[in-house]
């Protein structure tokens, strides 16, 4: 599967609304993302750039912040869409 993200905006609350090819939207919560690791940190410590510093890159095969923290758009399709997750992986994908 090959998705493109077409916008993203974050919110403070560590949750980034996607706008995924073919219009479809989701809302997928990345505060256990940015929990941990240290490739994270800065996000946790300035929340402005976690905000402000989201961008898509790669002609909307990911999104990322500076510090080179990025997340691929499958990755984030089946986070937000776990029964895609199960059919295309099987169950202990989930």
């Given at each position: 599967m090959?998705?493109?993200i077409i916008s993203a905006i974050a919110h403070p609350d560590f949750t980034v609304e996607l706008v995924i090819d073919g219009g479809e939207r989701a809302t997928?919560?990345?505060g256990g993302?940015?929990?941990t690791g240290v490739v994270t940190e800065p996000l946790r410590r300035d929340l402005e750039l976690f905000v402000s510093g989201l961008r898509v890159e790669g002609e909307g095969e990911w999104i990322a912040w500076p510090g080179e923290v990025e997340i691929d758009a499958d990755a984030l399709w089946y986070?937000?869409?776990p029964d895609d997750l199960r059919r295309?992986?099987?169950p202990e994908a989930a």
């Amino acid at each position: 599967m090959e998705h493109r993200i077409i916008s993203a905006i974050a919110h403070p609350d560590f949750t980034v609304e996607l706008v995924i090819d073919g219009g479809e939207r989701a809302t997928v919560d990345l505060g256990g993302f940015v929990a941990t690791g240290v490739v994270t940190e800065p996000l946790r410590r300035d929340l402005e750039l976690f905000v402000s510093g989201l961008r898509v890159e790669g002609e909307g095969e990911w999104i990322a912040w500076p510090g080179e923290v990025e997340i691929d758009a499958d990755a984030l399709w089946y986070t937000s869409h776990p029964d895609d997750l199960r059919r295309d992986f099987g169950p202990e994908a989930a």
